[in-house]
């Protein structure tokens, strides 16, 4: 089992940015992948980013460009900071990581953008 516990969000104007903690504890050492998804009002969840144990990073086209994705090791923590906040960005933000056992999902934190 691994929990996963967001933090960061809020208010944040346009063009602005966004700086998101994910902090993971349980079972970390049989995490391969993590990422960000996120789900706007009326829309499907989508991914953001995704980082996975070899190296390799996807990234949504909306994001690319605007998006910083990295991770602390020893604290078991990743992190996400997207700049040039838009209006579109406003969603609800999910950690995410997967094991040979399972996926997982933190609890999800607002982002909010106005316009």
């Known amino acids: 089992q691994v929990q996963l516990a967001e933090s960061g969000g809020g208010l944040v104007q346009a063009g602005g940015s966004l700086r998101l903690s994910c902090a993971a504890s349980?079972?970390?050492?049989?995490?391969?992948?993590m990422g960000w998804y996120r789900q706007a009002p009326g829309k499907q969840r989508e991914l953001v980013a995704l980082?996975?144990?070899?190296?390799?990073?996807n990234y949504a086209d909306s994001v690319k460009g605007r998006i910083t994705f990295s991770g602390d090791n020893d604290k078991n923590t990743m992190y996400l900071q997207m700049n040039g906040q838009k209006p579109e960005d406003t969603a609800a933000y999910y950690c995410?990581?997967?094991?040979?056992?399972?996926?997982?999902w933190g609890q999800g934190t607002q982002d909010a953008v106005p316009t």
């Open positions: 995410y990581c997967g094991t040979r056992g399972g996926t997982y």
């Open positions: 980082f996975n144990s070899v190296g390799s990073t």
């Open positions: 349980g079972r970390t050492v049989s995490i391969n992948t």
